[in-house]
Every structure is written in C-alpha cells, then in structure tokens.
C-alpha cells in the first residue's frame, strides 16, 4: 500500500528565504504527483503535476522535481513571501488510478 | 478554468438529518470524489466515481451514500446525520490520470 510522508509538518521562515518542501512515497510505481496548497478553511489548489516520465515542472517562483527511484518529489519556492503561507500537500497516483495524500506542511512566511 | 462547485460553504445540521451536499465541474470529467478532511488525519476518500451512474466505495463510506445521475453532477448524502460526520467535505473531478481540481469544501457542523 502506497504511503506517502511530507517532512516537516510545519515550518517557519521569514520573508524572502528560499525554501524547500519535501515529500517520499514507498511505491515507485506511480503515473504522476501533484503539489496543492490549501488556504485555511477552503478546498486545495492544484499548483503543479509532474508526469512519471519528468524529471521537474515549474509555474512562477514553484519548481517541483521528481526522483521516482528513490521515492521523492521536491517543491522549491524561491523568494517566499507572507502570501505563500498555507498547507503544502503531495500526492501520487499509483496504479490504481487514485491519489494517496501525504499529511501536508504548514508553511509560515513572517514578514 | 476548470471549475469545481459545492452547493455550500457553511451548513449546520442536526443528528438524524438528512443532508444533501451537491458538487458540480464543468469540464466535462469523467471521475468524480468525495473526501472529508479532519484534524489530524489528512483526507479520506469517501467515495468516487468513474462515470454516469457509476460509484465505487472508498476508505470510509460508512454512513454515506452518492449518486451520479449526470456527468457534471456528484451529490453526497448522509442518510442520518451524526455528530461524527461534523467535517469539511470536499468534492474533486478529473479525467484518466491528470490533474485533479478541488471545489471550495463545505464545512459540515451536525449538532
């Protein structure tokens, strides 16, 4: 069964910093993986998928990478702002054609 | 843009209810979900499915039943409402492996 952990679960920075948002799942065998963010109280926004076959994707200050061997995904955001804060969830979708989440990161950007 | 709707943001209800929670997308996606999102435990699949009067049973279905009498349209319905199915519940669509968009979520409070 596919598991899929995201690490830290919360993370505080001040404005400006680079940062990183981790994510592993334990079965390689997927099709794709998408990051979300969720705001408090409302649904996810899809703000990235990478493909099996690619190695990274990127919209804006977002670069999502993806190394299905080891089991890992990546989503770097460069140059944070307050406007970044929310929860950053994974999730792949394996041969099951269903999305396994991972528990999210709670992103606070201080200004 | 992809559009996922849910017929409430807010609704209060009380045990022995019961509540209709309806869900459109307008582009025209076969699969369509419902998951409910707590505290501590991350989203959880209630049910989905992948076509016109089409369901499948996800992780937690207990308690819920759906229908899917139109391609756009997904409802969910608690036959009895209970205190523990007090949730954000969330509506999602996409087509076969792709990204998957998320409607706004409706807070469910049963008192």
């Known amino acids: 069964k596919q598991e899929v952990t995201q690490i830290p679960a919360a993370l505080s920075v001040p404005e400006g910093e680079n940062l990183v948002l981790n994510c592993s799942f334990t079965?390689?065998?997927?099709?794709?993986l998408q990051w979300f963010r969720q705001d408090p109280g409302k649904g996810l926004t899809s703000l990235l998928l990478?493909?099996?076959?690619?190695r990274e994707q990127t919209s804006g200050r977002l670069n999502a990478s993806l190394d299905k061997s080891s089991g890992r995904s990546t989503l770097y955001i460069a140059a944070s702002q307050p406007g970044d804060s929310a929860t950053y969830l994974c999730?792949?979708?394996?041969?099951?054609?269903?999305?396994?989440f991972g528990g999210g990161t709670r992103l606070m950007v201080k200004p | 843009d992809v559009k996922v709707t849910q017929s409430s943001r807010y609704l209060v209800k009380r045990t022995g209810e019961k509540v209709f929670l309806e869900c459109v997308q307008d582009?025209?996606?076969?699969?369509m979900f419902w998951y409910r999102q707590d505290p501590g435990l991350g989203l959880r699949l209630i049910y989905f499915?992948?076509?016109?009067?089409?369901?499948e049973k996800g992780d937690i279905p207990e308690g819920y039943s759906v229908s899917r009498e139109k391609k756009e349209r997904f409802s969910l319905i608690l036959e009895s409402a209970s205190t523990n199915q007090t949730s954000m519940y969330l509506c999602?669509?996409?087509?076969?492996?792709?990204?998957?968009?998320f409607g706004p979520g409706t807070r469910l409070t049963v008192t």
């Open positions: 999602a669509s996409r087509s076969d492996r792709v990204e998957q968009y």
């Open positions: 079965d390689s065998a997927i099709y794709n």
């Open positions: 990478i493909q099996s076959s690619q």
């Open positions: 999730a792949v979708m394996g041969t099951g054609n269903m999305l396994t």
């Open positions: 582009m025209d996606h076969e699969n």
């Open positions: 499915s992948y076509d016109v009067k089409m369901k």
